[in-house]
């Protein structure tokens, strides 16, 4: 069965189209190979093409479904919140939706699934980072944080790197779990790591985003945003992380402020930044594109409803979610747009593309 509908003013062609899930969706999707996998609290991980939004299977996870699913070698992996204490790791084939595993996390899996060499790393409210087999589903180890891992690990060659509820930074050897270092931050790790040139940036629930060296753990800087940060994203030398009150640009190398956009709640993952734009979504019921270097507006698109994930990059194309619905946007034309009428030509209601 297909919800998928094009929008209307086909003329400006900014609206692509929309697919309609029956609940929220919290996390980004996944676009890989002309198809957008998304997961909803409706409870089913969803396949979409990506081109016309029509569906192209929905597998029924039994739970809420709120991180991005990880698409790797024709099997989509993801997490399930199923009931009190419960939830499981599925991995799902790409193209018939039908399931290939399920692994039991304990309780609740929390943040999207990473792969790598072979094994998927997920966290769970039990406290335990598990690396389980791609192909049987097995668990190779599991490693106990002391405190819900409610966000991605970043998986480098030789090492994980995991935050947990119990204020700590663990860096783990990716063949065994054990501990190689482990730093405390002083509150709830709330954000996924994110490694880049030899150095971690993490934020926790103190308002702090910090860089800490990856092969030792010393903290190199800290940050005081003044609000919630979320999960980062580094480009070039600045680390972009969404905010209570936006979104924030930071010197990589001095951890000094270089920008702020004022906006809504802009989601949890780390920001995408494609051809020097930052793309995200915000529970004032917009997505906006803004420009890396400067951290002005340069476009934004009305969606009609919240916006509580972080949009998908590909293409040229954004793909975000809402309250119920996976929008797709013309990245490229809402430039031309932008030149051509600026800002406000941009911003439409949801009654104009029903």
Known sequence: MSRGSSGGDAGRGIHRWTFETWDRIDAPPAV??????????DEH???VDAASGTQQWAFDTGGTVKSTPTVADGTVYVGSQEGLDCGHLYAVDSTSGTEQWAFDTGDWPN????????????????????AVDTATGAQRWAFDTGGPVNFSPAVTAETVYVGSYSGQLFALNVADGTEQWAVELGDWI????????????????????YAVDATSGRLE????????????????????AGSGEGLIAV????????????????????????????????????????????????????????????????DGTVYVGGSGNLYAVRVDQLADLEAAEGTAGLEREESERA
Not at 194 to 206: C, H, I, R
Not at 221 to 240: N, Q, R
Not at 254 to 265: C, K, L, P, Q, V
């Open 190 to 209: 709330n954000t996924a790591p994110t490694v880049a040139d030899g150095t971690v940036y993490v934020a926790n629930a103190n308002q702090q985003l």
């Open 251 to 314: 010197d990589a190398t001095s951890g000094t402020i270089r920008w702020r956009f004022e906006a809504g709640y802009p989601g949890n993952a780390p920001p995408p930044v494609v051809n020097g734009t930052v793309y995200i979504g915000s529970d004032d019921g917009h997505l906006y594109g803004i420009a890396a270097a400067t951290g002005t507006e340069r476009w934004r698109f009305a969606t009609g409803a919240e916006v509580h994930s972080t949009p998908a990059v590909a």
């Open 111 to 130: 943040g999207s699934p990473t792969v790598r060499d072979g094994a998927v790393y997920i966290g769970s409210n039990t406290g335990h980072l598990y």
């Open 32 to 41: 890989v190979e002309g198809t957008v996998y998304v997961g909803s609290t």
């Open 45 to 47: 991980l969803y396949a």
């Open 221 to 240: 800087w800290t940050f005081d945003a003044g609000t919630t940060v979320t999960s980062p994203a580094v480009v070039d030398d600045t680390v972009y």
